[in-house]
């Protein structure tokens, strides 16, 4: 149970290497083929060279070495050593199809860096790929593995990335490549991964705890596994198998760092792993251990029982020793210590003793379908990033059914996610839960342990559009779309139509009746849909969200405004101001300037077609007009407005000032706006609480620049604190 911080690299390796430890794992390897593997990936990749100045073909011989300690395939170790072959060097996926067959062709198209397609963002992009990367995972998981065993590489040897490049990587690494080795139960490799990622993203935070795990040796857990060993052969175990372990680098960081935890008090800092022949024997040990230990309250999980979503199955309590120092004790039989190191490689590594390991990758890849049904049902692909890391967080819950069925879900998941789990129709149908009897919000975060019984409605009944802002699992949002896509269509239609214009009013984008078709269909395009007509319907399930297709609203708009003539325009500029304003559309109209936030030359503005008075102009980000936009009635009434540059008028501006309490403070204030030549319409001084005093002055000012520069000027007065623009 080696801990797996972050070591110094090894010389590069050879393929004589390789072959040694083909030969000494005692696999039946098909020597032939990965010999003509590694014959075509060095004559492939010739003299070309990493970053770090070595041979590019140690690059392929490492990763290939990692699958041999995985214990994988033949097929998967000749493409790992040609995995960099299509990508970079002449050679053809269809040249390897011919030479090695179609399985292996397979394996190295799916683990060959992913072709650059130009997308509209970075987001969208990473997306794509990723989307990419689960679709090739769902045809063959190898491929996952030997891209996991790629990226634990290349983090291993990221020392010659330049800085940010080694901080993107590491960020990439940790918010994916990270929880897919957990989902699919590779351990060693998983926290290996999390480990170097940290030493890039927070080296300080690293090194302050490699230092604290330095300063506690491994003394004690010898002494401890020494005296666990002699009480289990007392006790009639004999065969137990003991090891030791000390927690990875970034799993204590998460504790001391995110949790605000001190070292001494985390208690699973050092475990040790006692492995038995069958499950009996592993819960009689764990009687031993609490008899010779005592155990600390609230630290005791059966994953035997209950095993996590990946397939981990272990019994872990946490006890105390007369030295004080709390240690953990995981016990399991060897098959799940298999499962636990090697995850879903322990499907090749052991396939030949493992009974019925198939049903047992279909169930660990189920999420990965899960994941790509929910990027079809979403015309959005940047959905896929928020699913992947809410659904391959580490943490879980476990909640029961009121029949004792088992439901996993991640942390943070509602009720509604519960009743999804157990049947889309349960979902569709529910309007209540009850939690250990007792009924409780459907918006209720599921704990472990908790009995939820879901009440359901009639059969009729179906979700709400509401419930897709509640949900966190992609399953459930997947299913409340599906339900809506399905039965509501026309509603779904009219629904996207009526959110899109009104984003349209919000944002001020007016379109002619023959403008009208063009920009949607222009639209619908962009957002990948085949009609306008699905575009609206997308909207309205929930599919596309409006607030991500604003940047393409926006450009596609603009461009239409580009290529229209703008007569209308140039007549507008030449119109009369009034009050210095100019109101698109209506000339010499009564202008008001709103009180709730008294705008100035330099605020952006806008007009509102008030029923009494002319048009009442409004800062653009005064919270009183975005409020009155978001009313369809009022859509119409909001005029564009701007300042006229050739007006210099005086605006009325108030300025609140507070200070000391001295004498002269009110001559000085009034001689400060004298000397900049700024009329002074009214000037009032109060005491306040404290030794203080509060000033009210209202100004005449020309501009926002104007302001700006008279209250710097004041807050330059001896004892004066601050000055600020009163809107009352």
Not at 620 to 628: H, I, V, Y
Request: charged share 30%.
């Amino acid at each position: 149970m080696e801990n797996t911080n972050v070591q110094e690299v090894k010389m590069p390796i050879t393929y004589d290497d390789l072959k040694k430890s083909l030969v000494d794992s005692g696999r039946p390897y098909d020597f032939a083929m990965i010999d003509r593997a590694y014959a075509l990936a060095e004559k492939a990749h010739g003299e070309q060279r990493r970053r770090s100045g070595e041979p590019y073909i140690c690059h392929p011989l490492s990763v290939a070495q990692i699958l041999v300690e995985l214990g994988m395939d033949s097929e998967s170790i000749a493409a790992a050593l040609m995995h960099d072959v299509a990508e970079d060097t002449p050679v053809t996926v269809a040249e390897i199809k011919q030479k090695f067959g179609p399985e292996v062709a397979l394996l190295v198209d799916g683990v060959t860096k992913l072709t650059q397609i130009k997308f509209s963002n970075v987001e969208d992009r990473q997306a794509e790929n990723l989307r990419k990367m689960l679709l090739a995972m769902s045809q063959d998981v190898r491929v996952m593995i030997i891209k996991l065993c790629d990226r634990l590489h290349n983090m291993r040897t990221g020392d010659a990335w330049p800085e940010q490049k080694r901080r993107d990587k590491a960020l990439e690494t940790m918010e994916v490549y990270a929880p897919i080795a957990h989902r699919l139960g590779i351990s060693n490799i998983k926290e290996e991964l999390e480990d170097r990622s940290l030493h890039y993203l927070d080296p300080v935070g690293y090194e302050t705890i490699r230092d604290l795990l330095n300063k506690h040796g491994d003394e004690f857990l010898h002494q401890v596994c020494h005296t666990i060993a002699r009480h289990l052969s007392e006790n009639g175990i004999q065969k137990a198998t003991i090891r030791h372990r000390v927690k990875s680098i970034y799993g204590i960081y998460r504790k001391m760092y995110m949790q605000n935890k001190d070292f001494e008090e985390i208690y699973d800092i050092y475990a040790v792993r006692i492995i038995l022949d069958n499950v009996p024997e592993c819960y009689t040990a764990l009687g031993l251990i609490h008899d010779m230990y005592h155990p600390l309250p609230n630290r005791f999980k059966d994953y035997i029982s209950t095993p996590k979503p990946n397939g981990y199955q272990s019994l872990h309590t946490t006890v105390i020793g007369r030295e004080a120092i709390p240690f953990e004790v995981q016990i399991r039989t060897w098959d799940m210590d298999r499962m636990a190191e090697y995850g879903i490689a322990a499907h090749w590594k052991y396939k030949a003793g493992i009974t019925g390991s198939s049903d047992k990758l279909d169930e660990r890849l189920a999420w990965v379908r899960q994941l790509l049904e929910s990027q079809r049902s979403s015309a959005d692909a940047t959905d896929l990033l928020s699913d992947i890391k809410s659904d391959l967080l580490p943490e879980e819950v476990f909640a029961f059914t009121p029949r004792g069925d088992v439901i996993n879900l991640p942390a943070g998941a509602t009720a509604i996610d519960f009743a999804y789990a157990i049947h889309s129709a349960v979902g569709n149908r529910m309007i209540g839960a009850k939690v250990n009897n007792r009924i409780v919000p459907i918006d209720h975060k599921v704990q472990t342990g908790e009995i939820i019984e879901i009440i359901t409605g009639s059969e009729n009944r179906g979700p709400s559009r509401d419930w897709l802002n509640i949900v966190k699992t992609s399953e459930a949002k997947n299913k409340i779309r599906n339900w809506f896509k399905k039965e509501r269509r026309e509603e779904n239609i009219q629904e996207g139509r009526d959110a899109l214009e009104r984003e349209m009013r919000r944002n001020l984008m007016t379109l002619t009746d023959e403008q009208h078709d063009v920009f949607m269909e222009a639209l619908a395009r962009r957002n990948r849909c085949n009609s306008v007509e699905e575009m609206y319907a997308a909207i309205g399930y929930g599919g596309l969200q409006i607030s991500r297709m604003l940047p393409k609203l926006k450009e596609e708009y603009t461009k239409l405004q580009a290529t229209e003539p703008k007569p209308v325009t140039v007549q507008l500029k030449r119109m009369h101001s009034s009050d210095g304003v100019i109101v698109e559309g209506i000339d010499n109209c009564p202008i008001k300037f709103a009180k709730c936030c008294s705008p100035l030359p330099g605020d952006e503005i806008i007009g509102f077609v008030t029923r009494g008075f002319g048009v009442s102009i409004h800062k653009r980000d005064c919270a009183n007009a975005r409020e009155s936009m978001r009313h369809p009635e009022n859509a119409d009434r909001w005029v564009r407005a701007y300042w006229d540059e050739a007006e210099k008028e005086n605006y009325k501006a108030t300025l609140d000032i507070v200070c000391m309490d001295r004498a002269n403070l009110v001559s000085d204030v009034a001689l400060a706006l004298g000397d900049m030549r700024v009329p002074i319409y009214s000037l009032t001084a109060r005491a306040a609480e404290q030794g203080r005093a509060r000033m009210g002055v209202t100004v005449g000012i020309t501009n926002t620049e104007h302001l700006n520069s008279v209250v710097a000027r004041l807050k330059k007065i001896k004892d004066v604190v601050s000055v600020t623009r009163n809107f009352s």
